[in-house]
Protein backbone atom coordinates (compact mmCIF):
# COMPACT_ATOMS: atom_id res chain seq x y z
CA UNK A 1 0.00 0.00 0.00
CA UNK A 2 1.28 3.53 -0.71
CA UNK A 3 2.67 5.85 2.06
CA UNK A 4 2.01 8.95 -0.10
CA UNK A 5 -0.90 11.06 1.04
CA UNK A 6 -3.70 11.29 -0.37
CA UNK A 7 -5.10 13.99 -2.34
CA UNK A 8 -8.75 14.67 -3.86
CA UNK A 9 -8.58 16.79 -6.84
CA UNK A 10 -11.55 18.45 -8.18
CA UNK A 11 -11.31 20.61 -11.86
CA UNK A 12 -8.63 18.13 -12.53
CA UNK A 13 -8.48 18.93 -16.05
CA UNK A 14 -7.78 22.59 -15.13
CA UNK A 15 -4.81 24.62 -15.80
CA UNK A 16 -3.59 24.76 -11.94
CA UNK A 17 -4.75 21.58 -10.85
CA UNK A 18 -3.45 19.44 -13.64
CA UNK A 19 0.27 21.10 -13.34
CA UNK A 20 0.02 20.19 -9.68
CA UNK A 21 -0.79 16.49 -10.86
CA UNK A 22 1.93 16.83 -12.89
CA UNK A 23 4.77 17.98 -10.88
CA UNK A 24 4.11 16.38 -7.35
CA UNK A 25 2.89 12.70 -8.73
CA UNK A 26 5.73 11.10 -7.04
CA UNK A 27 4.87 12.96 -3.96
CA UNK A 28 0.99 12.66 -3.56
CA UNK A 29 -1.33 10.08 -4.73
CA UNK A 30 -3.89 12.12 -6.12
CA UNK A 31 -7.64 10.83 -7.11
CA UNK A 32 -9.14 12.72 -9.69
CA UNK A 33 -12.56 14.31 -10.27
CA UNK A 34 -13.57 15.99 -13.58
CA UNK A 35 -16.46 16.82 -15.64
CA UNK A 36 -14.69 16.02 -19.08
CA UNK A 37 -13.76 12.97 -17.56
CA UNK A 38 -9.85 11.47 -18.86
CA UNK A 39 -9.36 8.17 -18.26
CA UNK A 40 -8.76 7.13 -14.49
CA UNK A 41 -10.80 10.60 -13.38
CA UNK A 42 -13.97 10.10 -11.69
CA UNK A 43 -16.99 12.02 -13.19
CA UNK A 44 -18.77 15.05 -11.66
CA UNK A 45 -20.62 17.86 -12.48
CA UNK A 46 -20.75 21.33 -9.86
CA UNK A 47 -24.39 21.74 -11.62
CA UNK A 48 -25.74 18.13 -10.88
CA UNK A 49 -25.87 18.39 -7.48
CA UNK A 50 -27.86 15.47 -6.92
CA UNK A 51 -25.00 13.12 -7.97
CA UNK A 52 -23.03 14.00 -5.45
CA UNK A 53 -23.48 10.51 -3.25
CA UNK A 54 -22.92 8.76 -6.66
CA UNK A 55 -19.21 10.14 -6.92
CA UNK A 56 -18.73 9.82 -3.00
CA UNK A 57 -19.68 6.36 -3.28
CA UNK A 58 -16.43 6.13 -6.09
CA UNK A 59 -14.00 7.97 -3.85
CA UNK A 60 -11.50 6.11 -1.45
CA UNK A 61 -11.31 6.71 2.40
CA UNK A 62 -8.37 8.26 4.27
CA UNK A 63 -8.04 11.23 2.01
CA UNK A 64 -5.52 14.21 3.63
CA UNK A 65 -6.52 16.66 0.62
CA UNK A 66 -9.31 18.23 -0.46
CA UNK A 67 -8.53 20.65 -3.62
CA UNK A 68 -11.41 22.85 -4.97
CA UNK A 69 -9.92 23.76 -8.35
CA UNK A 70 -12.86 23.82 -10.63
CA UNK A 71 -14.01 27.45 -11.90
CA UNK A 72 -15.61 29.60 -14.25
CA UNK A 73 -13.69 32.51 -15.89
CA UNK A 74 -15.18 35.63 -15.99
CA UNK A 75 -17.82 35.84 -18.32
CA UNK A 76 -20.74 37.89 -18.47
CA UNK A 77 -21.09 41.95 -17.76
CA UNK A 78 -23.42 43.73 -14.97
CA UNK A 79 -25.75 44.89 -18.28
CA UNK A 80 -26.09 40.66 -19.36
CA UNK A 81 -26.25 39.48 -15.94
CA UNK A 82 -28.69 36.75 -15.30
CA UNK A 83 -30.21 34.96 -12.58
CA UNK A 84 -29.04 31.74 -14.24
CA UNK A 85 -25.16 32.91 -14.77
CA UNK A 86 -25.34 34.20 -11.16
CA UNK A 87 -26.74 30.46 -9.88
CA UNK A 88 -23.85 28.62 -11.79
CA UNK A 89 -20.90 30.96 -10.56
CA UNK A 90 -22.95 30.44 -6.67
CA UNK A 91 -23.00 26.28 -7.48
CA UNK A 92 -19.97 26.20 -8.65
CA UNK A 93 -17.67 27.90 -6.25
CA UNK A 94 -19.41 28.05 -3.04
CA UNK A 95 -22.95 25.65 -2.82
CA UNK A 96 -21.71 22.72 -4.66
CA UNK A 97 -18.46 22.41 -2.44
CA UNK A 98 -20.44 23.25 0.96
CA UNK A 99 -22.32 20.18 -0.21
CA UNK A 100 -19.26 18.14 -0.98
CA UNK A 101 -17.23 18.75 2.50
CA UNK A 102 -20.37 17.73 4.66
CA UNK A 103 -20.41 14.53 2.11
CA UNK A 104 -17.27 13.50 2.20
CA UNK A 105 -17.48 12.87 6.24
CA UNK A 106 -16.67 9.36 6.26
CA UNK A 107 -13.81 9.64 3.81
CA UNK A 108 -11.54 12.35 4.98
CA UNK A 109 -8.80 12.16 7.56
CA UNK A 110 -8.24 14.27 10.63
CA UNK A 111 -6.53 17.50 10.08
CA UNK A 112 -7.60 17.20 6.18
CA UNK A 113 -7.06 20.58 3.81
CA UNK A 114 -9.46 21.58 2.24
CA UNK A 115 -8.66 23.89 -0.30
CA UNK A 116 -10.42 26.74 -2.30
CA UNK A 117 -9.35 29.15 -4.81
CA UNK A 118 -10.48 33.14 -4.20
CA UNK A 119 -9.44 35.79 -6.12
CA UNK A 120 -7.68 39.25 -6.27
CA UNK A 121 -11.24 39.84 -7.41
CA UNK A 122 -12.84 40.08 -3.98
CA UNK A 123 -10.32 43.59 -3.10
CA UNK A 124 -10.70 45.18 -6.86
CA UNK A 125 -13.94 43.69 -8.50
CA UNK A 126 -14.41 42.29 -11.97
CA UNK A 127 -16.10 43.37 -14.73
CA UNK A 128 -17.95 40.08 -14.39
CA UNK A 129 -20.17 40.57 -10.80
CA UNK A 130 -21.06 37.16 -10.16
CA UNK A 131 -17.52 35.85 -10.59
CA UNK A 132 -16.24 38.58 -7.67
CA UNK A 133 -19.45 37.99 -5.69
CA UNK A 134 -18.81 34.09 -5.72
CA UNK A 135 -14.96 34.52 -5.32
CA UNK A 136 -15.65 36.91 -1.86
CA UNK A 137 -17.76 34.47 -0.30
CA UNK A 138 -15.22 32.32 0.32
CA UNK A 139 -14.02 34.33 3.52
CA UNK A 140 -17.15 33.59 5.22
CA UNK A 141 -17.67 30.29 4.26
CA UNK A 142 -14.47 28.72 5.06
CA UNK A 143 -14.68 30.37 8.73
CA UNK A 144 -18.38 28.92 8.82
CA UNK A 145 -17.31 25.23 7.52
CA UNK A 146 -14.00 25.25 10.13
CA UNK A 147 -16.67 25.75 12.77
CA UNK A 148 -19.07 23.18 11.97
CA UNK A 149 -16.13 20.79 11.12
CA UNK A 150 -13.32 21.66 13.65
CA UNK A 151 -11.59 18.51 12.84
CA UNK A 152 -10.65 19.57 9.60
CA UNK A 153 -8.50 22.23 7.82
CA UNK A 154 -9.79 25.13 5.76
CA UNK A 155 -7.44 27.45 3.51
CA UNK A 156 -7.68 29.34 0.37
CA UNK A 157 -5.35 30.91 -2.26
CA UNK A 158 -6.76 34.13 -3.35
CA UNK A 159 -4.86 34.71 -6.88
CA UNK A 160 -3.80 37.10 -9.47
CA UNK A 161 -4.23 36.81 -13.00
CA UNK A 162 -1.65 33.34 -13.90
CA UNK A 163 0.61 33.28 -16.17
CA UNK A 164 -0.36 30.82 -19.53
CA UNK A 165 -3.49 29.68 -17.70
CA UNK A 166 -6.91 29.76 -20.10
CA UNK A 167 -8.15 32.71 -18.71
CA UNK A 168 -4.83 34.76 -19.49
CA UNK A 169 -4.32 33.00 -22.72
CA UNK A 170 -8.05 34.56 -23.54
CA UNK A 171 -7.26 38.14 -23.01
CA UNK A 172 -6.63 40.80 -25.18
CA UNK A 173 -3.62 42.31 -24.85
CA UNK A 174 -4.96 45.59 -23.00
CA UNK A 175 -6.74 43.58 -20.41
CA UNK A 176 -3.40 41.93 -19.65
CA UNK A 177 -1.22 45.17 -19.37
CA UNK A 178 -4.26 46.65 -17.40
CA UNK A 179 -3.44 43.68 -15.06
CA UNK A 180 0.58 43.69 -14.79
CA UNK A 181 0.67 47.26 -14.56
CA UNK A 182 -0.40 46.99 -11.25
CA UNK A 183 1.56 44.13 -10.36
CA UNK A 184 5.13 43.84 -8.60
CA UNK A 185 7.53 43.95 -11.45
CA UNK A 186 4.65 44.06 -14.17
CA UNK A 187 4.62 40.36 -13.67
CA UNK A 188 2.01 38.00 -13.90
CA UNK A 189 1.39 34.79 -10.91
CA UNK A 190 4.28 32.47 -11.80
CA UNK A 191 2.18 28.58 -11.60
CA UNK A 192 4.81 27.27 -9.81
CA UNK A 193 4.64 29.70 -7.23
CA UNK A 194 0.70 28.69 -7.08
CA UNK A 195 1.93 25.12 -6.65
CA UNK A 196 4.77 24.79 -4.10
CA UNK A 197 1.69 26.93 -2.10
CA UNK A 198 -0.59 23.93 -2.55
CA UNK A 199 1.90 21.66 -1.20
CA UNK A 200 1.98 24.01 1.53
CA UNK A 201 -1.53 24.05 2.48
CA UNK A 202 -1.23 20.41 2.31
CA UNK A 203 1.84 19.44 5.14
CA UNK A 204 1.56 22.53 7.08
CA UNK A 205 -0.85 21.19 9.79
CA UNK A 206 -0.96 24.27 11.82
CA UNK A 207 -2.05 26.31 8.48
CA UNK A 208 -5.74 26.69 8.71
CA UNK A 209 -7.78 29.77 7.90
CA UNK A 210 -5.34 30.95 5.88
CA UNK A 211 -6.11 33.25 3.15
CA UNK A 212 -2.65 33.31 1.27
CA UNK A 213 -2.63 36.18 -1.49
CA UNK A 214 -0.67 35.39 -4.51
CA UNK A 215 -1.19 38.42 -6.90
CA UNK A 216 1.68 39.93 -7.22
CA UNK A 217 0.41 42.54 -4.55
CA UNK A 218 -1.83 44.17 -7.23
CA UNK A 219 -2.34 47.93 -6.04
N1 LIG B 1 -6.07 31.33 -13.61
C1 LIG B 1 -6.18 32.46 -12.91
O1 LIG B 1 -5.61 33.52 -13.27
C2 LIG B 1 -7.01 32.47 -11.67
C3 LIG B 1 -7.09 33.65 -10.91
C4 LIG B 1 -7.88 33.66 -9.76
C5 LIG B 1 -8.55 32.52 -9.36
N2 LIG B 1 -8.45 31.39 -10.13
C6 LIG B 1 -9.20 30.20 -9.70
O2 LIG B 1 -8.31 29.10 -9.56
C7 LIG B 1 -8.99 27.88 -9.90
C8 LIG B 1 -8.20 27.15 -11.00
O3 LIG B 1 -7.99 28.07 -12.08
P1 LIG B 1 -7.48 27.57 -13.53
O4 LIG B 1 -7.09 28.79 -14.28
O5 LIG B 1 -6.51 26.46 -13.37
O6 LIG B 1 -8.86 27.02 -14.12
P2 LIG B 1 -9.18 26.54 -15.63
O7 LIG B 1 -7.95 26.00 -16.28
O8 LIG B 1 -9.91 27.63 -16.34
O9 LIG B 1 -10.14 25.31 -15.40
C9 LIG B 1 -11.37 25.43 -14.77
C10 LIG B 1 -11.91 24.01 -14.60
O10 LIG B 1 -13.19 24.11 -13.96
C11 LIG B 1 -13.91 22.98 -14.37
N3 LIG B 1 -15.35 23.25 -14.31
C12 LIG B 1 -16.04 24.31 -14.81
N4 LIG B 1 -17.36 24.14 -14.60
C13 LIG B 1 -17.49 22.94 -13.95
C14 LIG B 1 -18.60 22.20 -13.48
N5 LIG B 1 -19.86 22.62 -13.65
N6 LIG B 1 -18.37 21.03 -12.84
C15 LIG B 1 -17.12 20.56 -12.70
N7 LIG B 1 -16.02 21.20 -13.14
C16 LIG B 1 -16.21 22.38 -13.76
C17 LIG B 1 -13.51 22.68 -15.82
O11 LIG B 1 -13.54 21.28 -15.90
P3 LIG B 1 -13.53 20.39 -17.25
O12 LIG B 1 -12.25 20.78 -17.96
O13 LIG B 1 -13.48 18.98 -16.75
O14 LIG B 1 -14.75 20.76 -18.01
C18 LIG B 1 -12.09 23.28 -15.93
O15 LIG B 1 -11.10 22.29 -16.05
C19 LIG B 1 -10.41 28.29 -10.33
O16 LIG B 1 -11.28 28.22 -9.24
C20 LIG B 1 -10.22 29.75 -10.74
O17 LIG B 1 -11.42 30.50 -10.65
C21 LIG B 1 -7.69 31.33 -11.25
Redesign the pocket.
Known sequence: MSNKERVLV????????SSFIEKYQDTYEFIQV???KKKQHIF????KEDELNLMIDQLPNNISAVL??????PSVGAENMSVEHFM?MMK??IITPSLLVRGLKNKVASSTSFIF?????KLKGSYDPAYAAA?SATDGLLFSLAKAYPKWRFNQLS????EN????REMTDDFIERHTSHMHNNEL?NVDNVLSMLSEMIRNKNMHLADIKLDGGYV
Do not use: C, E
Open positions: FGANSYIASRQFDFLFAQGINKVNFSSISKLGLVSPVHV
